[in-house]
Every structure is written in structure tokens, then in C-alpha cells.
């Protein structure tokens, strides 16, 4: 008689169970190796951090992740997004991608379950999103130090060529000083006809290089009028604004004429295109600070950049630009401790221009 008639039924049992568990298992891991390679092969291209959530997000969902969540600051330009279906409930994996004051990414990831095997390769997965967001950060601000320190070498270049100008100009004008016979003049005005067009090609790729006098003193910031300093602005720009109201604010006014020259020469060769249109901006005033939304038509001329990409070096939106303008425009307002952002809509560009106002 058998002692445990039950015996082979619940061995049965147990090894149906343990066979279960093993596909289970096996059919996790095939799942995860898989959505585990495409991850990977992301790695291998060429895509800006900002498109990785979305290029990622099929194997991340294979895997076992439902929602991808995220918010921050590109560039000094807000961004956020999210990725499938709303989750409550789970505990999110969090993590968050910085570099320097640039760039600030936090990042919230749900998985289907918040327990078991199915879990822990969700947040394997998660790690190794992360680490993709690092490395391609990582390397997108190794590309634009390096294009920094190129642009950098280039304005040494800029100002040797400006040096050879000047030297031009002062033997110019040595001969004609020297000079008083008409004959010889005419000779000399010859001269200089023959040399004009290869000294103004040279005058072109030295308008906007600098020499900065380190024996000056500093730029103290003082109280300026900032209708007034649009308008110059836009004149030098040869742009026509509208505006009506006018607001002072303190701050160093070489920082502002540079924002708004920046701005302004942006969009200035495409808008003397276009005759009748003008730039409107409009001027509040709120408590100690001051505001100023710059309108701009958005023309079909100008390339139609994402809005997170607006103030990215070298991330140009206007046919033959070099992509610094809004980078150092926004450099500059944070430097005067304002802050500047941009909206796309339709048919405009709205920036709203953010500054400290001068005390009454």
C-alpha cells in the first residue's frame, strides 16, 4: 500500500509548475535580449539626445515599460514630452541628465508591474536608456566645445586678417598724403580700384570679429531706456519696429545691444525681402522687472527649427547662418540677469525678452 497515493500527482504538479516558470523565464529573457539589442543599436547613430526618447521607446515598450515621462530645460529653452499610455500606481524609475548649466533633463519611466522578474528587467532597460541619454549628451557637448574652440580659432584668424586691412588702409593713405601731382593720384585711385574688391571680401569675414581692450574698464550696468535701445538697435539692423510703450530697466547696455543686435540681424536680411513688414514688440511692466514680447513674422525662408532647438549653437534656422546669433543672445540677457525664450506659432516668433527694471 502506498503511503503517499498523492505523491505522484503532486510531483506532477510541481514540475508542471516549475516548467511553467521556466518558459516564463526564458520568454522574459528573449524579450529583454531583443528589446535589449535595439537599444544598443541606437547607440551606434547619430541622433540628437532629444530624439532618442521617441527612436527608443518601441523597445523600451517590448521590454516592459509602459510611460515615458520628461521635463527640463535645453539649451535655456523649456522642454518636456511623454510616451505612452497615462500609469498610476507603480513606482517610476527616476533618473536625470545635467551638463553645466545647459542642459538639466529629469526623466520618469513605469513599468508594467512593480514586482517580480518582469520588473527587473524593466529597470535593466531603464539603465541602459539612461546611460544611451548620457553618452549622447556627453557627446553632443563635446561636439560643440570643439566647434566653440574652432569658431574661437577662427576669430584669431578674423583678427589677423583685420590687421592686414588696417595695414592696407595706412599705405592707402601714406600714398595719397604723400602725393600731390594729379597724375600720380590718379594712379594710386587705380590702384586702390583694382584692390577694392579683394579688400571688401576681406572687410565681409572681419565685420563681426572684436578686439577686446582688456585696459578698459568693465561696463558698469546703468538705467536705459529700453524702447530707445530697440530702435537703435533696429536701425543699425535696417528693420523697422513698432512699438508704443517704453519701460527703463538696469542692467550693462553693452549686454542688451548685443541681445538685440543678435535678434534683430537674425531675421534682417529676409525681412528687407519683404517690404511693409516690421517687427512689433510690446513693453509691460511688472513689479521689478520688465518685459518685452518681440514679434517677428516667421518667413517661409527661415527653416522650421523645432522650438527647443532655437537657442542651440549652431543649430541655424536662417539660409547661411552660423547658428550663434540666439546662443549669444541668450548667453548675454543671462549674463544681465534677464532671460530670454521663445514661442513658435503659425505665421510668428514670439521672444519674450525678460529684464530687471530700474528702481523708481
Known sequence: MTLYPAL?????????????????????????????????????TS????????AAWPALYDGGLT????????FGQPVQGNLGAAHHGSRPFTFKVVSNNDVRLDFRLYARTDRGEARLFAEN??????????????????????ALAEQAKLTLYLQHDLRNLAQWVEWLAADFAADTDDATLLGIARRLRA??????ARAKHILGATCKNH???SPVPQVVSLAEAIRQAAEHAGISVTLDQDARVFLRRDLLDRTLDN????????????????????????ANKVSARINMPRLEEIAQLPPENLF???????????GLGLYQAHKSVREAGGELTAELHESTICFLLTLPGAKV
Open 8 to 44: 505522484p500527482l503532486i510531483l506532477v504538479a510541481a514540475g508542471l509548475v516549475l516548467l511553467a516558470v521556466v518558459a516564463y523565464l526564458a520568454r522574459l529573457v528573449r524579450r529583454h535580449r531583443r528589446s535589449l539589442g535595439k537599444l544598443l543599436k541606437l547607440a551606434k
Open 215 to 217: 585696459s578698459a574698464p
Open 47 to 54: 541622433l540628437d539626445p532629444l530624439q532618442l526618447p521617441t
Open 312 to 322: 542651440e549653437p549652431f543649430a541655424s534656422g536662417r539660409p547661411g547662418g552660423l
Open 125 to 146: 532597460l531603464a539603465g541602459v536608456f539612461h546611460l544611451l541619454l548620457e553618452t549622447a549628451v556627453h557627446s553632443k557637448m563635446e561636439a560643440l566645445s570643439a
Open 195 to 200: 584692390s577694392a574688391p579683394h579688400a571688401a
Open 263 to 286: 535678434l534683430f540681424t537674425n531675421v534682417a536680411p529676409l525681412l528687407r525681402l519683404h517690404a511693409g513688414m516690421s517687427i512689433r514688440v510690446d513693453i509691460e511692466c511688472d
Open 67 to 74: 510611460r515615458i515621462e520628461y521635463s527640463g530645460d535645453w
